[in-house]
């Protein structure tokens, strides 16, 4: 069994930055994530997005600040567990223990989760699951790849967006379909992109889409329209949102409120020797920010 004195579960910006910290108080660290990679959120969903939320920095691409927040923890050499989902908490001899998938323990003088609200799993464009083919994508972490498409992109929130934003100056054309007329997203960004050669399609969905072996085009029907468009489109960018799950933490006996972990204030948990990192009164997810707003 492994043995540290800090077990940080969760490697995006918080556990990145409770390493560095644990680290620099000469505790031994590691850093246990279910994702292959070291950034959470920022990582899988929009390593290329600027954010302006971060103190510090006027603006910084998500991968940029992740890089930095590894090479920060780098000097005290934490022990990265990344591809590897913490299953199980018992305890022996007052100390915590992790089970980790595949039968690995971790022993540990504590445990600070750092997952926010746990692992997250886009929501499925609905007609997406009757065909076949490829170019349905839910997350960009590689912009340039969409280079000279034509690109489509469903939702009306921040992560719609953000996409038209970063894609519009490569691809060869953005359209942006959302089923109502409002958005959700930040109404700086949305001002951003509505000044760019974008094409919007309000009170619309996407009700079917062409193509053998990959997308070719997209059915639009707009609510009291006529017919339905027929779009030619070789990428469609499916940004519904996502679901969040706790996975087995929800399994540990952690006193919860909607799925967020309770903490007192000293962020210490009702497990003891577990503590998260939550603001105690917080009972909302705060999205993320892409224009300073």
Same mark, same amino acid.
């Given at each position: #069994? ?13 556990? +990145? ?27 899988? #969903?929009?390593?290329? &997005?600027?954010?302006?939320? !971060? ?5 910084? &691409? ?8 590894? @090479? ?13 989902? @913490?299953? &199980? ?8 223990? +992790? ?28 007609? @997406? ?35 038209? +934003? ?15 007329? &409002? ?16 094409? #919007? ?65 000293? #962020? ?5 020797? !577990? ?19």
């Amino acid at each position: #069994m492994r043995e540290v004195d800090v077990a940080v579960i969760g490697a995006g910006p918080a556990g +990145l930055f409770a390493a560095y910290y644990a680290g620099f108080r000469g505790l031994s660290v590691a850093v246990v994530d279910a994702l292959p990679e070291p950034g959470g959120q920022i990582t899988a #969903m929009y390593p290329e &997005k600027l954010i302006h939320d !971060v103190a510090g920095f006027p603006a910084v &691409k998500g991968r940029d600040l992740i890089a930095n927040l590894v @090479a920060q923890a780098a000097p005290f050499d934490p022990r990265y567990l990344l591809g590897t989902r @913490a299953e &199980k908490l018992s305890y022996a001899d007052g100390r915590p223990v +992790l089970g980790l998938a595949g039968g690995e323990q971790l022993g540990c003088g504590a445990v600070i989760v750092t997952g926010g609200l746990g692992s997250f799993t886009p929501r499925p464009l609905p007609v @997406a699951e009757h065909f076949a083919g490829t170019g349905i994508v839910y997350f960009v972490p590689q912009p340039t790849e969409l280079a000279g498409r034509d690109v489509l992109i469903v939702g009306g929130g921040d992560s719609a967006f953000d996409w038209a +934003l970063t894609l519009q100056p490569l691809a060869r054309s953005v359209t942006l379909a959302h089923r109502r007329e &409002k958005f959700r997203a930040h109404a700086a960004t949305v001002a951003r992109v509505l000044e760019l050669p974008v094409r #919007m399609i309000v009170n619309a969905e996407v009700t079917g889409l062409h193509g053998d072996g990959a997308v070719t085009g997209a059915e639009i029907t707009v609510r009291g329209g006529a017919a339905a468009e027929l779009l030619p489109v070789d990428t469609v960018v499916a940004a519904l949102g996502f679901t969040a799950d706790l996975g087995p933490l929800a399994e540990w006996g952690l006193r919860l409120d909607r799925r967020h972990i309770v903490v007192d204030s000293a #962020m210490a948990t009702n497990l003891p020797r !577990v503590f998260a990192a939550i603001d105690p009164s917080a009972h909302l997810f705060p999205g993320h920010s892409s224009d300073g707003t």
